[in-house]
């Protein structure tokens, strides 16, 4: 099969534990496409260590979820959004 992902893709760096992006500078934008009821824990643990967050969607098993999210990324000054599609995957 064609793959029609774009090759700079494949270039960038990809973090294989979640502590090399929470205490790395150079990681500043971590997509979240864990298991639903892990969004929560992992969204938050993200927003605390101030980098910007796209979660899968659904972004949170329930709206308080949601909120707990967004009261975080405001907290932090950071960018929350829910991603509508699953991002390209060079794989």
Not at 29 to 58: C, I, S, W
């Amino acid at each position: 099969s064609t793959s029609h992902t774009p090759p700079f893709n494949n270039s960038l760096p990809k973090a294989k534990l979640f502590c090399n992006v929470t205490h790395n500078d150079d990681k500043y934008v971590v997509y979240v496409g864990t298991v639903n009821p892990q969004h929560l824990p992992d969204t938050l643990m993200f927003l605390r260590a101030r980098k910007a967050v796209l979660v899968e969607k659904p972004m949170g098993v329930s709206a308080c979820e949601a909120k707990e999210m967004a009261a975080a990324a405001r907290e932090a000054g950071v960018f929350l959004m829910e991603s509508p599609t699953v991002p390209p995957s060079p794989l």
